[in-house]
């Protein structure tokens, strides 16, 4: 079992940078795909990036490729991702989820049993 914790969203401008982080607790994330997921308002949660236990697949989502960058430190149990170049429409209370027992960077919501609770990333234009 593990629980996560998002934290450091804010608001920003158009055009700033931002890096979320989400801890893990209860156990060690070593053998856990991590991914992130965002809920715009009055849309349905999407997929922004995932990785694999040790890092060695990563995937982005379209919107998100070469601005965004997923990453993780096992030993801290922590997963970040530093978000740059913001638009109005990268806005969304953003989560982060964890699935054991797989060697794939997953994509979808029914792919992950373990979510944060969120943090909110308002975009100024």
């Known amino acids: 079992q593990v629980q996560l914790v998002e934290s450091g969203g804010r608001l920003v401008e158009a055009g700033g940078s931002l890096r979320l982080s989400c801890a893990a607790s209860?156990?060690?994330?070593?053998?856990?795909?991590m991914a992130w997921f965002r809920q715009p308002p009055r849309k349905e949660r999407e997929f922004v990036s995932a990785l694999t236990w040790n890092g060695a697949s990563i995937v982005y989502a379209d919107s998100v490729k070469g601005r965004f960058t997923i990453s993780r430190d096992n030993d801290k149990r922590m997963v970040y991702l530093e978000m740059n170049n913001l638009k109005p429409e990268d806005a969304a209370l953003y989560y982060c989820?964890?699935?054991?027992?797989?060697?794939?960077?997953?994509?979808?919501?029914?792919?992950?049993?373990?979510w944060g609770r969120g943090t909110q990333v308002t975009v100024s234009s």
């Open positions: 209860g156990s060690s994330i070593s053998t856990y795909a």
């Open positions: 989820a964890a699935q054991e027992k797989t060697d794939a960077a997953l994509m979808t919501i029914y792919d992950y049993d373990y």
